[in-house]
């Protein structure tokens, strides 16, 4: 697999919408990056009880993340589960990399850990989202550790890349936190579900 990506080229994020490029521009997502770590934090105004609600709600929300092919919350134990993902996007270079996550949430404390179980081409991954109350809503923080298995000579261009997908990630978040509470028809959390969405989900932020 590896010797397709020396010859792959790498492939530009699709452009943003001029309402979504004024939204990052505000500094409403900040990421710092230092090395392999990824850091995002923002600022949305729902109830921090409502943002776990979304976050948690697996095969809906991570679905609907423009680098996610499919999800499928494969089991839960108590606050432990496993995730099935099969990414694809400009970051991982027209390629679908599947991917076994473990997590453990903490409810009390809005944590939620995860990590790498397997997954191709990725050497290590693991991160840790965190919400926690703010004047006027709350603060989301996501901190992610990517190690890819690709060449020296494409991490620059990858790691230009995965933060595009990062922040588009991240208004998505932003995006479903907002919209109307669909309470009603969340998917129990001790259930098994497939999800696959056919196209990335289109982000429209408000002017």
Do not use: C
């Not at 697996?58 to 609907?64: K, P, S």
């Not at 004047?135 to 989301?140: E, F, I, K, P």
Request: glycine share 6%; charged share 20%.
């Amino acid at each position: 697999m590896l010797f397709l990506l020396f010859t792959l080229q790498p492939v530009e994020p699709p452009p943003l919408k001029p309402a979504l490029q004024r939204v990052q521009a505000s500094g409403r997502v900040r990421l710092v990056r230092r090395g392999e770590q990824a850091t995002l934090t923002m600022q949305v105004p729902v109830p921090v009880e409502r943002a776990w609600a979304v976050l948690t709600d697996y095969a809906r929300t991570f679905a609907a993340m423009p680098d996610v092919a499919s999800v499928q919350l494969v089991s839960r134990q108590g606050q432990k589960l496993r995730l099935r993902q099969v990414l694809q996007a400009p970051y991982t270079f027209g390629l679908k990399i599947n991917v076994l996550l473990e997590g453990e949430e903490n409810p009390q404390s809005r944590n939620l850990r995860y990590r790498l179980v397997r997954g191709e081409n990725i050497l290590a991954l693991s991160g840790e989202w965190t919400l926690t109350p703010d004047a006027g809503g709350t603060l989301v923080r996501h901190t992610i550790q990517l190690q890819p298995e690709i060449p020296g000579l494409l991490q620059s261009s990858f790691r230009s890349l995965h933060d595009a997908s990062l922040r588009q990630s991240f208004e998505t978040l932003r995006q479903l936190m907002l919209a109307p509470s669909l309470s009603g028809n969340r998917v129990p959390s001790n259930s098994v579900t497939t999800t696959t969405i056919p196209r990335p989900l289109s982000v429209k932020a408000k002017g």
